[in-house]
RNA sequence: GGCGGGGUAGCCAAGUGGGAAGGCCGCGGUCUGCAAAACCGCUAUCGAGCGGGUUCGAUUCCCGCCCCCGCCU
C-alpha cells in the first residue's frame, strides 16, 4: 500500500487541507471516514463541500446506500481498489479520514478472518457475557485472557471467529506490532479550539437544514444508523426533546468522538503529527506536501 | 407574618449517631471485520447553607439565623 494518508479528529479541518494538498501535488482524494462513505446524510456527516469536490476527486464518497453494513474490511478492499484505480492513471492517492480502524486496517492490513456470520452472530449476541466467556475458555484460552471481559461485542466476534474457522481467534490476528513506517499526517488542534469548532460545525449544521435532510432521509440501517447525531435529531423530530437540546447533545456527543479519536491517533505510530493550533493553514499544507513528496 | 417541605460534589440525588450510595457532566484510557461503534477507569476528605449546642463521636439529634419551594393570612 503506497498511499499517504492525512487522519485527524472530526472538525480539524481535514478536508480542506487535504483538498489544499491534493491540488498543490496532483492527487486525487480517497475517503477513510466510515460514514461519508454513505450515499446521504450529506449535512450530518460533514460531509466535503462541493467546492472541495469540484476542486479534486474524490472517492468513496457517498458510495455506500445507507442500509448496507460496512465493515473495516470491505473498506479495505474498497479503498485498496480506489488507490489502484487511482495510480492506475498516474495520479498519487492521498487517503483522508478519521475512521481509525479502517485506516489502520488499510495501512497494516487485516488477517483473513470470515466477515460476521448474520445468524451466527444474533445468536451469539442474545447469550450473557458469561456464557461467550465460558465458550470462549474452552474454544480460546489464549484470547480469554486477554480479551475485555464485559465488552459483549468484542467477545460475540471471538468466539465467532474461532467457530467459523475451527481455530482460536487470538492465534488469528495479523502483527501490528511489527516496525511501522510513517504512513502519513496526524492533524490536530488544542483541545479547547477544537471543542469550539465542533460547537459552532453542529450549529452550522443545524442552520442548513439537517432536520430537514434527516427528515427526507429514506431507510437507514445498521452501520449507518449510527451514524453521530441521527438518533437525536430523530428524537427531536418526534417532539422528544427541544432544539437546543438536540444541539447541545450532538455537540457533546461530537466532543467524546473526538476526543476517542485523539486517544487513538496518538498511540499510532505510523503518523506524523501536526498541531494545527501551532501552524497557519498554508505552512501545515506545505509541510504535508513536503512529507507526501518524500513518502511518493 | 403563619404552616409544611427542603438546603449533600458542576448538575440530579440516596442514606446513616461512628465518620458521605448512585446517576449525569467532566477527565483519562482500551481498541485486530458494527469503529461517528463497543467497552473500561477516575472524580466530595480542616466535607455536607451559616452559627451554636447535646454526645466519646453529628452530615445524621436540639436551638438560632439565612436562603429556596408550596400552601395560608
Same mark, same amino acid.
Request: charged content about 35%.
Given at each position: 500500500m503506497s498511499a499517504f494518508c492525512i487522519a485527524g479528529p472530526t472538525a480539524t479541518g481535514k478536508s480542506e487541507i487535504a483538498a489544499q494538498v491534493a491540488r498543490l501535488i496532483g492527487a486525487e482524494i480517497v475517503n477513510a471516514d466510515a460514514f461519508q462513505i454513505y450515499d446521504g446524510l450529506d449535512l450530518l456527516t460533514a460531509k466535503p463541500s462541493e467546492a472541495m469536490r469540484a476542486m479534486v476527486p474524490h472517492h468513496l464518497l457517498g458510495s455506500v446506500p445507507l442500509t448496507e453494513e460496512m465493515n473495516a474490511e470491505k473498506f479495505r478492499v474498497a479503498?485498496?481498489?480506489?488507490?489502484?484505480?487511482?495510480? /492506475? &492513471? &498516474?495520479k498519487i492517492a492521498l487517503v483522508v479520514g478519521g475512521s481509525g480502524l479502517y485506516l489502520k486496517a488499510l495501512t497494516h492490513g487485516l488477517a483473513s478472518l470470515p466477515k460476521a456470520d448474520r445468524l451466527l452472530r444474533e445468536k451469539l449476541t442474545g447469550a450473557t457475557n458469561e456464557e461467550l466467556i465460558a465458550q470462549l475458555s474452552e474454544l480460546d484460552p489464549v484470547g %480469554?485472557?486477554?480479551?475485555?471481559? #464485559? =465488552? #459483549?461485542?468484542?467477545?460475540?466476534? %471471538?468466539?465467532?471467529v474461532c467457530l467459523l474457522t475451527g481455530r482460536p481467534f487470538s492465534a488469528q490476528r495479523t502483527g501490528w =506490532? &511489527? /516496525?511501522?513506517?510513517? /504512513?502519513?499526517?496526524?492533524?490536530?488542534?488544542?483541545? %479547547?479550539?477544537?471543542?469550539?469548532?465542533? =460547537?459552532?460545525?453542529v450549529e452550522q449544521m443545524f442552520a442548513s437544514g439537517v432536520v430537514e435532510e434527516v427528515r427526507r432521509t429514506g431507510e437507514v440501517r445498521s452501520t449507518a444508523e449510527k451514524t453521530l447525531g441521527l438518533r437525536e435529531i430523530l428524537a427531536l423530530i418526534a417532539g422528544e426533546m427541544t432544539e437546543p437540546e438536540c444541539v447541545a447533545k450532538i455537540q457533546q %456527543?461530537?466532543?467524546r468522538y473526538a476526543k476517542?479519536?485523539?486517544?487513538?491517533?496518538q498511540r499510532q505510530v505510523s503518523f506524523w503529527p501536526v498541531n494545527l493550533s501551532r501552524h497557519d493553514s498554508s505552512a501545515a499544507i506545505e509541510l504535508i506536501v513536503q512529507r507526501a513528496k518524500v513518502f511518493a
Open positions: 479503498a485498496l481498489g480506489a488507490i489502484r484505480e487511482i495510480q /492506475a &492513471g &498516474g %480469554a485472557g486477554e480479551i475485555d471481559r #464485559k =465488552n #459483549k461485542r468484542r467477545l460475540v466476534r %471471538a468466539v465467532e =506490532n &511489527g /516496525a511501522e513506517t510513517i /504512513a502519513g499526517i496526524f492533524l490536530f488542534r488544542e483541545r %479547547a479550539e477544537l471543542y469550539e469548532r465542533i =460547537n459552532r460545525r %456527543a461530537t466532543r476517542r479519536q485523539l486517544t487513538w491517533f
